[in-house]
């Protein structure tokens, strides 16, 4: 009998970690669990936490593949994170001694995959990723942070803390260096909500998958339900802090109407409890409002039998384990409908409050109380969706989800496959580079507007890639026109007097020696995203102009980012498909029967084809067979992928190479106007960007740029021979 497969070998760690806990404590043991029945598992926790582990190992019976390294902490260390404000100075050198030890561990296991657990804010990355392993990081939370709008909800204290708080949160998360290298070397990164995720899509320029960090052990659902003339039980629970915002509730309460019967339980202490408790009598709500203290996890786990509801006021939370615990007992919860609880209370499950201004929060949470105390079916409805909900973040499911993770990485890539990070210098040099590319263009207007009409018969060419609106809370997509501002260039060069023709056409008159309208423009499209489908055909077609797009036939159909695109490789997650995805077949058929899109070869793979003219041909050969397979096209026309001939992506060699493939011109990104009776292998176009308008539009057919491309190709003469090779990613000239 063969031997069995070993099992691949983890390590977590999980700084808070016990078992039977709720919280942190509780996330980074069940973790631990789930992992242990897939995987040879080591968890890396704190020492304090010994004792109360061996206790239940002693007397629950050792877990198979699960093992325990705990990490020691001198005295005056555990002091020092008691001291306010130095806690994570405390935590941090907890870290290093953890990193220690991993290191050593390492040396004698040899793990196959490493990931960081607990605690789950972002602000302290540890060092494991290092440690030259897979590394997973999360699910993170941590950066969302108090509105804004809410402010006023805190007494002075806690508006300037929360305020302070996150002007330090905005400036850690961009400026940390630890925090970015962990972001850059995990092989997966998790966001525990959707605030989160987009947070660090937006400033780190990489999209986490989303993965709640917390889960149930077990549904929980009571026999109590409720019956008519029966008060509403309420039930609140957390630490009785500025950001949890008990206040919001009280102020509620206050505003039901006086045939609402209602109980209500308060569980927690914490700083803000007397204030909250004055504020109850002042509203006179206090004899309804009992207040409990704080009680045993288990304890509080036995509130949810006597609750009809939860109510769950946090103004910034990660998720909220309470509102997890309330729908696996089958409790309705209304809550603020931003951060978790957007996440993990549906319609179905419960009642969102949208975030707006204090008045309408607690108008609405009022409104919201008094319609499940007097609509018990509506109540009824909600308890059932909460069990459903809840089903979906038992641990076992939580535990697949990961196993999945791990097997992915496992299987996957190396972090040497994935999208590389811009660095400083590169993102720099973007930045000039836009900077230099709007001078240029409000310079070409100015000298359009000072300079007669150009009298030749030149035609422009444009040439477009994404038009897609910007997607929220992420970096703003490569070069994309809006749009808004694609339908405002179109139509303000046809108010301006151009002619919009097929590039067939141009071509046609051009080999007949016709003479062709003055002011005459041929829009294109590069590489072949859905969203020209989406939304440049429509214009087009509403305005009464045409346009080609070169595909990259090879990725026809697909539902992947292009391979040459990191902007969409490194942010998928958090981006609508049609930012990325590739058109379909059926797509480009509908946009050519409309006779408003005409289709062209990319090449098939959109490779780097440069010194390899026979590899350039094949690749167009293949391209073109699917063009006139699939969509009928019997004479192509082709652009040249990062066509620029003053890089190397454009020569004679390459030149010829097209012409033999079979296509009826090559055009380069060499900004340049079109002689139509020229021969149509060394046609240039120009880039159109977001910031165009259509006056630098304009400027750039009436010939007023020729001066820029001619400085360009003198700034790349000038350049050492040694930076000459582009960095090979999706740029503006593919």
Request: aromatic fraction near 8%; proline fraction near 6%.
């Given at each position: ?58 007397s ?9 390294e ?27 001694r ?11 296991v ?15 990355p ?151 408790r ?16 704080w ?27 309470v ?9 309705p ?49 909600l308890?059932d969706?909460?069990?459903e ?11 697949a ?6 097997r ?13 990070r ?6 720099g ?10 001078a ?54 046809l ?15 051009g ?5 062709i ?9 590069d ?38 695109d990191?902007?969409a490789r ?8 049609e ?44 391209s ?91 700034a ?19």
């Amino acid at each position: 009998m063969p031997a069995s497969t070993p099992r691949a070998r983890v390590l977590i760690l999980a700084a808070s970690c016990l078992p039977e806990r709720g919280s942190e404590p509780g996330v980074g043991w069940n973790r631990a669990l789930q992992a242990a029945r897939e995987f040879e598992t080591w968890v890396l926790c704190k020492q304090s936490a010994a004792l109360e582990i061996h206790e239940y190992l002693s007397s629950h019976g050792a877990i198979d593949g699960l093992r325990f390294e705990f990490v020691q902490s001198p005295r005056w260390e555990r002091w020092l994170e008691r001291i306010p404000g130095l806690y994570y100075a405390s935590y941090n050198l907890w870290h290093r001694r953890a990193f220690r030890t991993a290191r050593a561990l390492h040396e004698r296991v040899r793990f196959d995959l490493v990931h960081q657990v607990t605690l789950c804010g972002y602000r302290e990355p540890g060092y494991l990723w290092r440690l030259g392993v897979p590394f997973v990081w999360g699910p993170l939370g941590g950066t969302q942070n108090y509105p804004w709008r809410l402010l006023g909800e805190a007494d002075w204290c806690g508006a300037s803390y929360e305020g302070l708080r996150s002007l330090l949160n905005r400036l850690q998360l961009r400026t940390s260096r630890r925090v970015r290298c962990a972001a850059w070397q995990a092989s997966v990164l998790l966001a525990a909500n959707s605030t989160n995720q987009s947070d660090f899509a937006r400033v780190q320029g990489r999209a986490p998958a989303l993965m709640l960090e917390t889960g149930l052990s077990k549904l929980t659902a009571s026999a109590n339900r409720r019956s008519p003339g029966t008060p509403l039980r309420i039930l609140w629970s957390g630490e009785l802090r500025v950001h949890k915002a008990l206040s919001l509730l009280l102020k509620a309460l206050a505003r039901l109407p006086g045939d609402v019967a209602y109980e209500v339980r308060v569980l927690g202490t914490g700083p803000c409890e007397r204030r909250w408790r004055v504020l109850a009598r002042r509203l006179g709500v206090d004899r309804h409002v009992r207040w409990m203290g704080w009680l045993a996890h288990a304890e509080a786990m036995r509130q949810y039998s006597w609750a009809h509801l939860l109510v769950f006021t946090s103004l910034r939370d990660t998720s909220g384990n309470v509102v997890l615990e309330a729908l696996g007992a089958g409790i309705p919860v209304v809550c603020l409908d931003h951060q978790g609880g957007h996440d993990v209370v549906t319609d179905q499950s419960g009642v969102r409050i949208p975030v707006t201004t204090r008045r309408e929060v607690v108008e609405r949470l009022a409104d919201a109380i008094a319609r499940l105390a007097s609509d018990i079916g509506a109540w009824q409805r909600l308890s059932d969706g909460a069990l459903e909900r809840a089903g979906e973040y038992l641990w076992t499911r939580q535990g697949a989800r990961m196993e999945a993770v791990y097997r992915k990485v496992l299987e996957g890539p190396r972090l040497s496959d994935r999208p590389a990070r811009p660095t400083v210098a590169e993102r720099g040099s973007q930045a000039a580079k836009e900077l230099a590319q709007r001078a240029a263009g409000a310079i070409a207007e100015a000298l359009n507007g000072v300079l007669p009409d150009r009298t030749d018969l030149s035609v422009g060419i444009l040439t477009y890639h994404r038009v897609v609106p910007h997607p929220p809370g992420v970096a703003k997509p490569t070069y994309n026109v809006r749009p808004e501002q694609f339908r405002a260039q179109i139509a303000g060069l046809l108010a301006r007097g151009f002619h919009v023709w097929p590039l067939r056409r141009v071509i046609e008159y051009g080999r007949s020696g016709l003479a062709i309208p003055d002011k005459t423009v041929v829009i294109t499209f590069d590489d072949g995203y859905e969203c020209v489908y989406r939304h440049a055909w429509p214009v087009l077609r509403e305005l009464g102009a045409h346009a080609t797009v070169f595909l990259s036939t090879q990725y026809l159909d697909s539902d992947r980012p292009f391979p040459f695109d990191p902007w969409a490789r490194r942010l998928q997650p958090c981006l609508p498909a049609e930012a990325y995805r590739p058109l379909s077949s059926s797509q480009c058929d509908e946009m050519v029967n409309s006779g408003v899109i005409e289709l062209g070869s990319h090449t098939h793979s959109h490779s780097d084809f440069r010194r390899r003219p026979a590899a350039l041909r094949a690749d167009i050969e293949l391209s073109l067979d699917i063009l006139r397979s699939r969509f009928g096209c019997a004479e192509a026309t082709f652009a040249l992928p990062f066509g620029r001939r003053s890089e190397g992506f454009v020569s004679d060699e390459l030149v010829a190479a097209t012409r033999s493939a079979g296509v009826i011109c090559s055009l380069s990104a060499d900004g340049a106007l079109v002689d139509p009776a020229a021969d149509p292998f060394s046609w240039g176009r120009f880039a159109a960007y977001d910031w165009d308008t259509s006056a630098t539009l304009a400027a750039k057919l009436e010939g007023r740029y020729g001066w820029v491309e001619r400085l360009r190709r003198w700034a790349h003469r000038s350049r050492p021979t040694s930076d000459r090779e582009p960095l090979h990613v999706h740029t503006g000239n593919s």
